[in-house]
């Protein structure tokens, strides 16, 4: 299948500061990314829709202005949380739509303190 | 978000028998049907997707679909302890290609 990379796999970061996630398509174009979020035990909840070039879908309940979406080409997108707090510890993990299927990157564990 | 069910298990069996997962939904506009495999701490990975109604093979896995029922099922033949794993159903909606998942049943195979 298509490779999606992720950075970082893992972060630890001070409550109040803001952390950047990288999702990039290697080896296909993906107009549409998506971002979840997945807590210890839990499904994946989807955040948002990134789409290239336009402002991305967030889901009910999702903070735009926490998260910010960029997708500046079609091949990267990333999150950023901003001013982070211990409860958005969690696995984060993007995947991008090639053709009918999604992939998904190696997901980013943020430990905020 | 719309909605997706699984059992959440833990479904056991033993080493080289049929392991059964299903998934139902609630959107009748869900177009296609996934299913993906999480080992803890991982990201999910795909096994096999499914749109049409009926059987689909796909080496020890079948994934049946009856859209009138509105279930999706996966089946693992000659189960593995390497098959322990979440399994996650996730449905297409829609034209906005949205992936909305279950929460996922674990499956442990017993040698």
């Known amino acids: 299948g298509a490779v999606v990379s992720q950075h970082p796999s893992w972060v630890i970061c001070k409550s109040g500061t803001s952390v950047k996630i990288e999702c990039r398509s290697l080896?296909?174009?993906?107009?549409?990314m998506f971002w979840y979020r997945q807590f210890p035990k839990q499904s994946l909840m989807l955040m948002a829709t990134?789409?290239?070039?336009?402002?991305?879908?967030?889901e009910q309940g999702v903070e735009k202005d926490k998260f910010l979406i960029n997708h500046a080409s079609l091949t990267l997108s990333t999150l950023t949380v901003t001013s982070a707090h211990p409860e958005d510890s969690s696995f984060y993990i993007c995947?991008?739509?090639?053709?009918?299927?999604?992939?998904f990157g190696q997901g980013t564990r943020l430990t905020v303190v | 978000q719309k909605e997706v069910e699984q059992n959440s298990g833990p479904l056991s069996v033993p080493e080289g028998a049929i392991a059964s997962l299903n998934c139902t939904y609630s959107?009748?506009?869900?177009?296609?049907f996934f299913w993906y495999r999480q080992y803890s701490g991982k990201s999910p990975e795909l096994i096999m997707f499914?749109?049409?109604?009926g059987d689909k093979e796909d080496g020890r896995f079948t994934a049946q679909l009856n859209k009138a029922s509105q279930y999706v099922s996966l089946l693992i033949r000659d189960s593995q302890p390497s098959d322990s794993a979440t399994y996650l159903c996730?449905?297409?909606?829609?034209?906005?290609?949205?992936?909305?998942f279950g929460s996922g049943t674990k499956l442990n195979v017993k040698p």
């Open positions: 996730a449905v297409k909606v829609g034209n906005f290609n949205k992936f909305y």
């Open positions: 990134s789409n290239e070039g336009s402002k991305a879908t967030y």
């Open positions: 959107d009748r506009g869900s177009q296609s």
């Open positions: 080896d296909f174009q993906a107009t549409t």
């Open positions: 995947s991008a739509k090639g053709g009918t299927e999604a992939f």
């Open positions: 499914i749109y049409s109604n």
